[in-house]
C-alpha cells in the first residue's frame, strides 16, 4: 500500500442484515490480464504481481480492511418483472476506502465464485466477458460518463460452458472499483419484508456515505434520498446517450444510488443513431433500447420510491420524483455540449441544437463516434472537419442549421485539439465488429495485440478529450 490508500469499511459494519460473509473461490490458475495502474496509484494500492494475486485472486484482505468478502442482499425487477430470489451471486463487496475528494470506494467483484445467491450459477465469469467490462468502463470513461472502472482481471484457469457463446470457454475474475454499489434492489428487499428499521438504516447510510450533494434540509430524509438519486440517473441517462451507449439491461438492481454505469453485459455502441438499437439478444420487445432508456431509469427510480414509500412521506418523495424529466431535459443538453466542446448558449438554444444534431444524425446515418471527434469545439474544427473523410455528410442541407450553431458556440479548451488523437483520420469507436475482432485472436491464439492496441486507443481519446476533469464523480487524472 502507499500514501493514499485509506482504508474505510463502512458497509459491513451494517451487519448481517444486509449482506452475508462468503468464501472466494480457489482458482486453479491466476493468470494476470488486467491492471489498472492509474486508479491503483490514486487510491494507493499500487503493488507488485505477487500481492496482486494475493489481494485480487486469492482475495486476501486488505489492510485494516474488511476481513471477509461480503456478498450483498438485493431483490430487483428484471425486465420489469419482480424476483426476490436474486441477491451478489458471483460476486462480492471485498473492501472499502476512501477516495481524495473523502467520497468512499467499493471494491467488488464479479466471478469470484458461488454464494448463497447464486442458484443454480456457478459463480464464474468468462474471459470473454471480463474483456468486453474493460472495453465498455474505458470507453465510458473516455467519453465522460460517469462509469465503475475495471480495477483488475486475473485469468482462472477454469473451463466453463455457456449457452450464448462457444463453450468451454476461459474463465476470469474480475474487481471493480466505484462509488457504491447500493442498488435500487437493495432497497426493494428490505421493502419487500417491509422493515423499516433496515430502510432507515440504509437511508442514514447512503446519506452520510454516498451522497454528499443530497439537500439535507429536506424535512424527509427519503426523499432527499430520493431527490438526490433522480438527478444522479438522469445524469447518467443523459451521458449514455451522448455516448451512443446501450447498456443493455437496465434492470433495477443494475442502477446505484450515485449515478454510476456498471455491469457491463450485453452493451453494444451505436454504429450510427438509431433510436430503435438494442443490445440484448434476448431483449424481444425492445425495452432496453437506445432510445428508451431514459425512460427505462424513470420506471426503475419509480419502484426505487415504491420501496423507500415504506418509511417516506408520499407526498415529498412524488415530488422528488415528479423532478425527474426536467433534470433530464437538463443533463441531455449538458452531456452533448460536453461531447461536442462547446459552451452553453441558453436553454432554448441549446436543446434546438441538440434535435437539430440528432435529426442530421438519424437522417445520414453518419458514424456516431465521428461527428463529435469531427466537431469537438465546434469552430476550431471547421477545417479539420471539411477536410476529413466524412466531409461529405457535412454539405448536407440538413446539417446547415447545426454548423451555423456550432459555428456560433465559443469553444471550451480548444487547446486539447493539439493532442495527437486529433491528428488520427478517425477516432477510436467499440462498434460489434471492433469487439469481435480483437476478441477472436485471444480465443484462438492468446493474442492479446489487437485488444492492447484498441485499449492504447481509448486511453489516447481520454487523455485527448479530458472530459472528466472537475465532473462530479470523477477522481483527479494521475496521469496514463
Same mark, same amino acid.
Given at each position: 500500500m502507499t500514501e493514499p490508500y485509506r482504508p474505510d469499511p463502512q458497509f459491513s459494519k451494517l451487519g448481517d442484515t444486509f449482506s452475508t460473509p462468503v468464501d472466494p473461490a480457489d482458482f486453479p490458475t491466476a493468470g494476470p490480464v488486467w491492471w489498472n495502474g492509474r486508479w491503483a496509484r490514486e487510491v494507493g494500492l499500487e503493488m507488485d504481481q505477487t500481492a496482486r494475486q494475493a489481494h485480487f485472486h486469492h482475495f486476501d484482505p486488505l489492510t485494516d480492511n474488511q476481513v471477509r468478502p461480503r456478498a450483498v442482499k438485493y431483490h430487483g425487477h428484471q425486465f420489469r418483472v419482480y424476483n426476490p430470489e436474486i441477491g451478489d451471486g458471483r460476486g462480492f463487496l471485498f473492501a472499502q476506502l476512501?477516495?481524495?475528494?473523502?467520497?468512499?470506494?467499493?471494491?467488488?467483484?464479479?466471478?469470484? %465464485?458461488?454464494?448463497?445467491?447464486?442458484?443454480?450459477?456457478? %459463480?464464474?465469469?468468462?474471459?470473454?466477458?471480463?474483456?468486453?467490462?474493460?472495453?465498455?468502463?474505458? +470507453?465510458?470513461?473516455?467519453?465522460?460518463?460517469?462509469?465503475?472502472?475495471?480495477?483488475?482481471?486475473? *485469468?482462472?484457469?477454469?473451463?466453463?460452458?455457456?449457452?450464448?457463446?462457444?463453450?468451454?470457454?476461459?474463465?476470469?475474475? +474480475?474487481?471493480?472499483?466505484?462509488?457504491?454499489? +447500493?442498488?435500487?434492489?437493495?432497497?426493494?428487499?428490505?421493502?419487500?419484508?417491509?422493515?423499516?428499521?433496515?430502510?432507515?438504516?440504509?437511508?442514514?447510510?447512503?446519506? *452520510?456515505?454516498?451522497?454528499? *450533494?443530497?439537500?439535507?434540509?429536506?424535512?424527509?430524509?427519503?426523499?432527499?434520498?430520493?431527490?438526490?438519486?433522480?438527478?444522479?440517473?438522469?445524469?447518467?441517462?443523459?451521458?449514455? +446517450?451522448?455516448?451512443?451507449?446501450?447498456?443493455?439491461?437496465?434492470?433495477?438492481?443494475?442502477?446505484?444510488?450515485?449515478?454510476?454505469?456498471?455491469?457491463?453485459?450485453?452493451?453494444?455502441?451505436?454504429?450510427?443513431?438509431?433510436?430503435?438499437?438494442?443490445?440484448?439478444?434476448?431483449?424481444?420487445?425492445?425495452?432496453?433500447?437506445?432510445?428508451?432508456?431514459?425512460?427505462?431509469?424513470?420506471?426503475?427510480?419509480?419502484?426505487?420510491?415504491?420501496?423507500?414509500?415504506?418509511?417516506g412521506d408520499r407526498d415529498a418523495l412524488i415530488e422528488a420524483l415528479s423532478a425527474y424529466p426536467d433534470h433530464y431535459k437538463r443533463e441531455i443538453r449538458t452531456a452533448f455540449l460536453a461531447r461536442l466542446g462547446v459552451a452553453n448558449a441558453g436553454e432554448e438554444a441549446d436543446g434546438a441544437l441538440v434535435t437539430q444534431l440528432l435529426d442530421f444524425m438519424k437522417a445520414s446515418e453518419i458514424p456516431f463516434e465521428a461527428m463529435f471527434f469531427d466537431w469537438f469545439c465546434g469552430p476550431a474544427s471547421a477545417t479539420r472537419a471539411d477536410a476529413s473523410a466524412r466531409a461529405s455528410f457535412y454539405q448536407r442541407e440538413d446539417f446547415a442549421p447545426v454548423r451555423q450553431a456550432l459555428e456560433t458556440r465559443e469553444p471550451i479548451r480548444p487547446e486539447r485539439l493539439a493532442h495527437p488523437y486529433f491528428a488520427e483520420a478517425d477516432p477510436v469507436h467499440l462498434t460489434i465488429e471492433v469487439v469481435e475482432g480483437l476478441w477472436e485472436p485471444i480465443a484462438k491464439d492468446n493474442d492479446w495485440s489487437v485488444f492492447h492496441a484498441v485499449t492504447d486507443r481509448i486511453a489516447q481519446a481520454r487523455a485527448a478529450y479530458d472530459l472528466g476533469r472537475g465532473r462530479v464523480g470523477f477522481l483527479p487524472e494521475t496521469g496514463p
Open positions: 476512501r477516495d481524495s475528494h473523502e467520497r468512499l470506494l467499493d471494491l467488488g467483484t464479479k466471478g469470484s %465464485g458461488q454464494t448463497p445467491f447464486s442458484r443454480a450459477g456457478d %459463480g464464474r465469469l468468462t474471459l470473454k466477458g471480463a474483456v468486453r467490462e474493460i472495453l465498455a468502463a474505458e +470507453m465510458l470513461e473516455a467519453q465522460g460518463v460517469y462509469t465503475s472502472k475495471i480495477f483488475s482481471i486475473f *485469468e482462472t484457469g477454469e473451463q466453463l460452458h455457456r449457452g450464448d457463446e462457444p463453450s468451454p470457454t476461459r474463465s476470469a475474475v +474480475m474487481t471493480r472499483l466505484q462509488h457504491s454499489h +447500493m442498488r435500487f434492489g437493495v432497497f426493494q428487499r428490505h421493502a419487500y419484508h417491509d422493515d423499516a428499521a433496515a430502510l432507515e438504516t440504509l437511508i442514514d447510510y447512503s446519506l *452520510e456515505h454516498l451522497l454528499p *450533494e443530497a439537500d439535507r434540509t429536506r424535512p424527509d430524509k427519503a426523499a432527499a434520498l430520493l431527490d438526490a438519486v433522480a438527478r444522479n440517473s438522469a445524469r447518467l441517462a443523459a451521458q449514455w +446517450m451522448a455516448a451512443g451507449f446501450v447498456h443493455g439491461v437496465l434492470n433495477t438492481d443494475n442502477l446505484v444510488v450515485t449515478g454510476e454505469s456498471f455491469d457491463y453485459g450485453p452493451w453494444r455502441f451505436l454504429p450510427h443513431f438509431d433510436p430503435g438499437f438494442t443490445a440484448a439478444y434476448f431483449d424481444h420487445s425492445g425495452l432496453y433500447a437506445y432510445a428508451r432508456q431514459p425512460e427505462a431509469v424513470f420506471w426503475a427510480l419509480q419502484q426505487l420510491a415504491g420501496a423507500l414509500s415504506v418509511v
